[in-house]
C-alpha cells in the first residue's frame, strides 16, 4: 500500500473536520435525526387543514360575548383561510357591535394560531337566544 500517510489526528483534506465541541469533553453535534435543524427552507412546510381553522374559528367566537354558539366553514389556499361563521347570539344583543367583535377576535386568533392570513371573515347571525332574564 502506498499513498500518503496521515498523522493521527487529522482528517483526510476532502472531507470537512467534524465541529469542535462547544464544551470540553461534549461529544460531536449529532447527525441524522436529532440533529440541530437547518434552514426553514430545508426543513419542509406546514400544512393545516381547512378543518382545523374551522375548528379553531368555531371555539374563539364562542369565546365573544353575545354570540353563544358558532359553526364555520373555511378555505385554505396558498396560506390563507377566507372563513364565513354561522353564529347564534344572546337576544337582546346589539348584532352589529357582537358581529365586529367576532369577526376581529377570529381574524387575530387564527391568524396567530396557525399562521395564515385571514382576509375575509363572513358572519351570519342564524338564530337570536333569548337570556333568562330577558323579556
Known sequence: MSGPTMEAGTTDPGQAA???????GQR?????????????????RTHIPAHVVEKIAARVAREVPGACSARAQARVRDGTAVLRLGIA???????????AAVRERVTA?????????????DIEVNELKRTKGAR
Open 18 to 24: 467534524p465541529p469542535a465541541p462547544a464544551v470540553p
Open 89 to 99: 347570539a344572546v337576544y337582546p344583543t346589539p348584532l352589529r357591535r357582537t358581529c
Open 109 to 121: 386568533r387564527v391568524a396567530a394560531l396557525t399562521g395564515l392570513a385571514v382576509p375575509q371573515v
Open 28 to 44: 460531536p453535534a449529532a447527525r441524522g435525526r436529532h440533529a440541530a435543524p437547518g434552514d426553514a427552507e430545508g426543513r419542509g
